[in-house]
């Protein structure tokens, strides 16, 4: 069968093929059909590609077209089986078979059809039921009749169990236009009407279950089948069979009306359940299992396993005990477990599992039973921590607590009951309240507990401080309690007794004793004023020695004194604005005043006043003054004090400033502000080192004032170089010393800097001035060694000459001396004349450097020497940007760059071209420019320390004279750079001209 194929254009393939095939597209209309299929299906009259399947077939089934639109949507279809009957022709049968075709991108563009004609089969399977239902027909045990209708005959027969079901006499003939009267009017009698025209016309054969009337006029149920007989193609009639099914029926709507009273039943429960198959697949559930699980229906868990709807944990679970339900036959009864849905949600069920036996006594799955106890769980739970916070409290309640029944026996007792007694729960409680032994005299404290008891039954709340015995017999103070506990219809069921140690309350009654004594000491014998006046009136009630020795009156003549009438601001405003804030706020102050006492004098106090209330609910005011006359002479002298000492330190040249234990300054002066940019000393407060100087000159400060905290020792007058944020650097000569308070410990340190950066510079300077001497000093010493040997040699060789010449007689020889010593001035004078360019370079100290290009002096060179270079053949490589300055006297840069080229080209290699190369590139504060030949090369460890001497020559050139190098390096120096060499022999030489940026 063909499946997914990719066609070929060509048709004549398809044409040849040995099934019978067609391709149709999504209209249905014909692409490509094999010739045997057209042959199948008799199309001979015309054109048959193009046209639609509905043209070529004009009676196609519902099944069949369903089949076509399910294939284009991607569904491969089963076999359809279709009658076809044209004129003079037998009806033939054909099987359809479709498969959706698909292009070579996977897409449906149609069906691929395949046809086979099943006449022979379909009339050998008919003559096959005809025999089957003759021989079913002859069975005495079957309660099943048979009937044949004759189609060429028009005749009806019926079998003698088939009139037995119609109760009609066994001669009685059927007729095919009468036999349906017997069908129940309505659903049964249109049901076999339609189903004998569909199999005599269409072969449908049918199986219905329907409703006869007998001849009696019984109405029964029967299941009546039929099916067409075929011979040589040709339909020759129907055969069939009934059965009587009334009782059957009439059972199973009883089970039916049985069943739907259980499904009431089980619905209405309210447990959800459940049965599963031996692939525990749900085949039974009730509305509470429906509800549990989310769904509508029943239909939507039918089939479907747990792992379908629970958390696979559950459903892990559930599937292993159910399987173990069924292998053992051992139930699970009443085990409590939570189930997980897929969402997350938690469920406690109490669960029942039960094999399911069928009527074989065997296995056929099992029935389960979850009963939701969620609820009831939480329920207790919260029960049980009620319970638990009752006892929390209960327990953990600093009183004795107990309750009693009301005839006063002990039920319950707390934890620190037992704990004060020394006593076990069971010591106690079913006890009397009042045989406990921790009542003292028991006589006289039994019967005052009973009529406790007796008046709390009643409903009294009985409260009375007693002592009772603790674990050691000692007696212990108590506040004790005893309340009636009401239930809900307001009847006295039960007792609280509790009681409350007041140790504590009765000593502190003494201590309350004791401290009035002290108070009424401090009140006569304080230095500070207390005065006790009424807050309406003013009217003094009270006052101490203090307030009369400041006032100068004494309790009697102060008798017709206000209070008011001793304070400067007496005013009536001033007094209603006091009062308001003491009603309001209970305090008043504390606020300075003057006071006046009897001799006029005014005193300089702080006055606090507090409004209370006696037991009379009278107002009024305890006022404290504190005469402070003196401790303001005091603070005005330290003020002027502080002044003095503040104007010194803003005027000292020195950064003065202390900072707490955290390194943050609490003071700085005037000198550290001007040092940190600010207008302001608050602008400093509060901040470290971290917020005003560089991360490391910050860190090692901060490590140095640790220091200095920690070991109380000072730093003084050591050198150190601040950094602020802003790049600005600053020499200091620092000292901290600690802060200590009065009892000795660090609070802190002070700073003094004094900013010597000018001095370090002009330091700086002069060692700078040392070190320029002493090298100049060095260089005027080499200088004139090599003088005195150039000189000295001239001199010896003049000398040597002359002495010749005077002793000489021939006059050609004379004249050859002559000369010689023509020659021998001429080589003293340019010697003289380099010497002379040596001292130039090195006096002339005051001549300006400029930022200039190198390239700008390079193609100068160049220029000058282009007759050379292009009669050398020489090649310049130059890779200097056009960006890069250096700082130098132009005509020395000139000289140099001329030396460096004119060497590379006089002592070029012989084998090859001369090439120098130029580049640049900065290193520690110098701009390097590199000047690369491919010449000879010099031997440095052979000619290293002479390569930059005077005279010195290394090659075999009659034309070096050893000048060029020593005047370079000269003029190097002299602009504060220098000069360096790498050389390998026989591959060339580089002078690295090192110019610094910074001088």
Not at 284 to 290: F, G, I, P, R, T
Not at 693 to 701: E, G, L, N, R
Not at 756 to 775: A, G, P, Q, R, W
């Amino acid at each position: 069968m063909l499946k997914r194929s990719q066609i070929d254009p060509n048709n004549y393939l398809i044409k040849q093929l040995p099934k019978a095939t067609a391709f149709l597209n999504k209209k249905l209309e014909v692409v490509y059909a094999s010739d045997l299929w057209i042959n199948d299906l008799e199309f001979t009259n015309g054109k048959v590609i193009g046209q639609k399947i509905s043209d070529l077939l004009t009676d196609i089934s519902k099944d069949l077209q369903k089949d076509f639109k399910d294939c284009i949507k991607g569904k491969v279809g089963s076999g359809i089986k279709e009658c076809y009957t044209k004129k003079d022709n037998p009806k033939k049968w054909i099987e359809w078979t479709n498969i959706p075709w698909y292009d070579e991108k996977e897409n449906i563009i149609g069906i691929i059809v395949q046809t086979e004609c099943i006449t022979d089969k379909v009339s050998n399977e008919s003559n096959l039921e005809r025999l089957q239902l003759l021989l079913q027909e002859k069975s005495s045990d079957a309660d099943i009749g048979s009937w044949q209708y004759d189609a060429e005959l028009n005749s009806l027969w019926w079998c003698d169990v088939t009139k037995q079901i119609h109760e009609i006499d066994a001669n009685f003939i059927p007729k095919i236009e009468t036999c349906f009267d017997f069908y129940k009017e309505g659903h049964s009698k249109n049901t076999i009407s339609m189903a004998f025209f569909e199999a005599s016309e269409k072969g449908i054969p049918w199986k219905e279950k329907l409703q006869i009337v007998t001849e009696k006029g019984n109405e029964k149920w029967i299941v009546t089948t039929g099916k067409p007989i075929y011979k040589n193609d040709q339909y020759i009639g129907l055969v069939g069979t009934f059965q009587d099914i009334h009782e059957q029926v009439l059972t199973n709507k009883k089970t039916k009306e049985n069943e739907v009273l259980l499904r009431t039943l089980i619905d209405n429960l309210p447990v959800n359940i459940y049965v599963k198959d031996m692939n525990l697949r749900k085949i039974l559930v009730n509305k509470a299992e429906c509800e549990y699980n989310g769904v509508d229906s029943p239909d939507e868990l039918l089939g479907k396993t747990d792992f379908d709807f629970l958390s696979k944990k559950s459903a892990k679970l559930a599937t292993y005990e159910e399987y173990e339900v069924i292998n053992t036959l051992k139930p699970i009864l009443s085990r409590e477990g939570i189930c997980t849905m897929k969402d997350g949600t938690e469920t406690t069920f109490l669960c029942s599992k039960i094999p399911l036996i069928n009527e074989d006594n065997e296995v056929g799955g099992i029935i389960g039973m979850s009963l939701d106890i969620t609820e009831k769980r939480i329920a207790e739970k919260k029960l049980e921590e009620k319970e638990r916070y009752f006892r929390s409290i209960f327990n953990s309640s600093y009183q004795f607590t107990g309750i009693l029944d009301i005839d006063g026996t002990l039920i319950e007792i707390n934890d620190t009951a037992l704990d004060f007694s020394n006593l076990k729960d069971e010591d106690i409680v079913g006890k009397k309240f009042w045989d406990a032994y921790w009542w003292p005299v028991p006589d006289f404290v039994k019967d005052g507990l009973k009529q406790m008891v007796k008046a709390a039954a009643k409903g009294e709340f009985m409260r009375s401080e007693i002592r009772v015995l603790d674990q050691n017999k000692n007696q212990v103070p108590v506040d004790f309690t005893l309340k009636p506990i009401y239930n809900d219809d307001n009847k006295v069921v039960s007792l609280l007794a509790e009681g409350r140690m007041i140790t504590e309350m009765v000593a502190a009654r003494e201590k309350i004793k004791e401290s009035e004594l002290k108070f009424r000491t401090l009140y006569e014998m304080s230095p500070v004023s207390f005065v006790l006046y009424e807050f309406e009136t003013g009217k003094i009630l009270d006052f101490n020695p203090s307030f009369e020795s400041i006032s100068g009156y004494d309790k009697k003549s102060i008798e017709n004194l206000n209070f008011w009438d001793f304070l400067h601001s007496k005013n009536q405003q001033y007094r209603e604005q006091v009062n308001n804030e003491l009603e309001n706020d209970g305090t008043f102050g504390p606020y300075e005043e003057k006071l006046i006492n009897k001799n006029g004098i005014e005193y300089s106090v702080i006055i606090n006043k507090s409004l209370i209330v006696n037991k009379n609910d009278e107002k009024l005011v305890w006022t404290i003054i504190q005469d402070i006359s003196e401790s303001e002479k005091k603070e005005r002298q330290i003020r002027e004090e502080r002044l003095l000492l503040k104007t010194l330190i803003n005027n000292l040249p020195l950064n003065v400033y202390i900072k707490d234990t955290q390194s943050r300054k609490i003071l700085v002066n005037q000198a550290e502000c001007d040092y940190m940019g600010v207008d302001s000393a608050e602008e400093l407060l509060g901040k470290s080192d971290f917020d005003l100087y560089d991360k490391d000159v910050a860190q090692i400060s901060s490590d140095e004032d640790k220091k200095v905290m920690n070991t109380m020792e000072p730093i003084l007058g050591r050198e150190t170089i601040n950094i602020k944020k802003d790049g600005t650097i600053t020499s200091f000569l620092t000292s901290k010393i600690p802060l200590k308070a009065a009892d000795g410990k660090v609070t802190g340190l002070v700073g003094i800097s004094l900013d010597i950066s000018n001095l370090k510079k002009k330091e700086e300077e002069l060692k700078n001035l040392i070190d320029v001497t002493s090298h100049q000093n060095k260089k005027l010493v080499n200088f004139a060694h090599i003088v005195s040997h150039n000189l000295r040699s001239h001199t010896a060789n003049f000398s040597m000459l002359l002495e010749f010449l005077i002793n000489e007689k021939d006059e050609e020889e004379k004249q050859n001396l002559v000369n010689m010593l023509v020659k021998a001035s001429d080589h003293l004078l340019e010697t003289l004349n380099n010497l002379n360019e040596v001292v130039v370079i090195n006096s002339k100290v005051n001549l300006k450097k400029k930022y200039i290009s190198p390239n700008k002096e390079i193609k100068s060179v160049e220029k000058n020497l282009s007759v050379l270079l292009k009669n050398k053949n020489t090649k310049i490589i130059n890779t200097i940007e056009d960006n890069v300055k250096i700082k130098v006297i132009p005509a020395y840069l000139d000289n140099i760059l001329m030396n460096i080229f004119t060497n590379a080209i006089m002592y070029k290699s012989p084998d090859r071209d001369p090439v120098i190369t130029l580049s640049s590139s900065r290193k520690k504060g110098y701009t390097i420019l590199s000047i690369t030949d491919n010449g000879l090369g010099i031997d440095l460890k052979k000619y290293g320390d002479k390569l930059f001497g005077m005279y010195k020559t290394f090659h075999d050139n009659a034309d070096a004279k050893g000048i060029g190098l020593f005047l370079s390096k000269n003029q190097m120096e002299a602009m504060g750079g220098k000069i360096t060499t790498t050389s390998e022999v026989g591959k060339g030489t580089t002078f690295n001209l090192h110019f610094n940026e910074e001088n």
